[in-house]
């Protein structure tokens, strides 16, 4: 994720268990949606909801 996403998220999502893995910022959404991509191939069964991706939130 994107590191000015507001702290209250990120507490909540660590509450939860979550790891959160932070991307520079000056690469923006599309460098947060390549890590996220890259994650997913790293681990065997792993699915996305692919919503970083153009459209999908629409």
Do not use: C, N, V, Y
């Amino acid at each position: 994720m994107k590191r000015m996403f507001k702290l209250t998220k990120t507490e909540g999502m660590r509450a939860l268990g979550i790891e959160i893995i932070h991307t520079p910022r000056e690469d923006g959404m599309l460098g947060a949606a390549e890590k996220a991509d890259k994650i997913k191939r790293s681990i065997p069964g792993a699915i996305s909801l692919e919503q970083l991706k153009i459209g999908a939130t629409r």
